[in-house]
């Protein structure tokens, strides 16, 4: 069964910058979709950003701009680029893997911290 994990979360100001990284256990070669989410307390967990196979990306409005996901067959890796991080970002962020068809299959990260001090 795949298995993800996230890193690179952590505390840093307004303004500033982190990379998130996904580590999974299987190759993602064949992954229709990586994708990162986040959850912020008290609110519901929403899509971040989403990259297909074919590099077809999505991304939320509010990061629109400042945050760029990227993938990396050859080391079975999903990254985040966070820039421009405001206090809104707060959230644990996880990392998911789809697998799209008759029955898709989900895959998801433990998760890791980020938060944005004012």
């Known amino acids: 069964q795949m298995r993800l994990e996230e890193s690179g979360g952590g505390l840093v100001q307004a303004g500033g910058s982190l990379r998130l990284s996904c580590a999974t256990s299987?190759?993602?070669?064949?992954?229709?979709?990586m994708g990162w989410y986040r959850q912020a307390p008290g609110q519901q967990r929403e899509l971040v950003a989403s990259?297909?196979?074919?590099?077809?990306?999505d991304y939320a409005e509010s990061v629109k701009g400042r945050f760029t996901i990227s993938r990396d067959n050859e080391k079975n890796t999903a990254y985040l680029q966070m820039n421009s991080l405001k206090p809104e970002d707060t959230a644990v962020y996880y990392c998911?893997?789809?697998?799209?068809?008759?029955?898709?299959?989900?895959?998801w990260g433990q998760g890791t911290q980020v938060t944005v001090n004012s």
């Open positions: 299987e190759s993602i070669f064949d992954i229709d979709v």
């Open positions: 998911n893997a789809r697998e799209l068809g008759y029955y898709p299959m989900s895959y």
């Open positions: 990259m297909t196979r074919r590099g077809i990306t």
